[in-house]
């Protein structure tokens, strides 16, 4: 793909061979953005897994200490006590039959859902619509829930809960907040998301298993860590 001429004037402060620091990249991501808009920064690892198997598959979540900066519209699949709770806690959608058939007929006009455990007979029949969006669903991303734990679970995602999962090749790419965040809260974001990816290592993980980490924004060139260091600095 050919970039534009502001993308290769920036892209001429990263030096392409070298491994930064975390303190180091974050300073050169805040010079390097020449968009009109907030943009999102984002954490892209290769890890030493082979996502072929079950046992090399990651899928989890982490909490961002400072959110990830976007207004986040919150799907409770749920009835009686459940959905009482659920809109007391401040979800945004709620409901069971009436929200699946407006999904049905192509509605998906929001960024997480989540549904108590007697639901999921009925949810499951929207697998192939929310299941390409990443909106299904599932325990192993904490977005299934009993009724009386539904407050905690959505006052977590309005914190800055996050999923993280490998796609086909191994990667694995997350949001960690806004460019406009200080030095400081995109650092403790960009930490918290590392240790969750460390400590959710697969089992069946052989060898070295983050292989590299890639900080970037929106449209921005990418900046690669020192993995070693940064992976010292988030155990510390």
Do not use: C
């Not at 402060?13 to 303190?23: A, G, T």
């Not at 920064?41 to 046992?55: C, K, Q, V, W």
């Not at 539904?150 to 806004?178: A, S």
């Amino acid at each position: 793909m050919e970039h534009g001429k502001k993308y290769r004037e920036v892209a001429k402060l990263v030096e392409p061979e070298k491994l930064y620091n975390l303190d180091e990249a974050i300073d050169l991501l805040k010079k390097i953005s020449y968009v009109k808009f907030d943009p999102t920064i984002e954490l892209h690892f290769r890890l030493g897994i082979d996502p072929r198997h079950a046992d090399q598959q990651i899928r989890s979540t982490a909490t961002l200490p400072h959110g990830t900066g976007k207004t986040v519209r919150i799907l409770v699949f749920t009835q009686g006590e459940g959905e009482s709770l659920a809109r007391q806690a401040g979800a945004d959608y709620v409901g069971s039959d009436d929200l699946i058939k407006q999904i049905e007929a192509g509605w998906t006009d929001f960024d997480i859902a989540i549904a108590t455990p007697e639901q999921m007979a009925k949810v499951g029949r929207l697998g192939k619509i929310l299941g390409r969006r990443g909106l299904m669903p599932n325990p192993k991303s904490g977005t299934i829930s009993q009724p009386g734990d539904l407050p905690r679970v959505i006052q977590e995602v309005r914190r800055g809960k996050v999923e993280f999962r490998n796609d086909k090749t191994g990667l694995v790419h997350v949001g960690v907040g806004k460019l406009s965040f200080n030095e400081q809260q995109i650092k403790e974001n960009v930490v918290s998301l590392i240790d969750g990816i460390v400590r959710n290592k697969p089992t069946g993980a052989k060898g070295v298993y983050v292989q590299s980490i890639t900080l970037t924004s929106t449209m921005s060139p990418g900046i690669r860590l020192d993995v070693n260091p940064v992976l010292a600095e988030v155990a510390s």
